[in-house]
């Protein structure tokens, strides 16, 4: 399926160009949350006369993520959760604490899906997620994860 991309797209392409995606990935996502328009000829030349305007609100996109890159780059996040002797967690972290953390201490919406867990948080330790915050523009995170007995100490 040809679609043409009315946004920066990380790993696909920038606005404006004609791209071939998967069906699915197509109509469910991209035409759907009104990132791509179907390559016909008309929308072709409709986004031609608008790319100006398409790539203004891309600029100003990328400042608003330019300033939460700014609070969120480099920041400690630490949890606190029950966990074996081992150090191996009951359950695992996911990106939706992770966001609420982010909210309750930076005072910003994240949304899980731009979430970019380096590895599966299942035990006590440090490690490192990105924030996907644009196309262009990613804030590494890091989280910290200690036993819930060793946190009251």
């Known amino acids: 399926m040809e679609v043409i991309l009315l946004e920066n797209i990380k790993n696909l392409g920038q606005i404006g160009d004609k791209v071939d995606v ?13 990132k791509a328009l179907i390559a016909s000829k008309t929308n072709i030349d409709l986004v031609n006369k608008k790319k100006d305007e398409l790539n203004q609100k891309n600029l100003e996109l990328k400042k608003s993520a330019k300033k939460i890159f700014d609070i969120l780059n480099n920041t ?27 909210s309750d201490t930076k ?10 867990l380096i590895q599966k948080i299942k035990k006590t330790g ?4 990105k924030v996907n915050l644009h196309a262009e523009v990613q804030a590494k995170i890091h989280i910290e994860v200690v036993e819930e007995e060793k946190a009251k100490n």
């Open 126 to 129: 440090t490690y490192e997620a």
């Open 76 to 102: 400690k996040y630490r949890f606190s959760k029950r966990a074996k002797e081992n150090g191996e967690l009951y359950g695992s972290i996911k990106p939706m604490e992770i966001c609420q953390n982010i």
């Open 22 to 34: 998967k069906r699915g990935y197509g109509r469910n996502f991209l035409i759907k949350y009104g």
């Open 107 to 116: 005072k910003t919406d994240i949304k899980p899906s731009q979430i970019d």
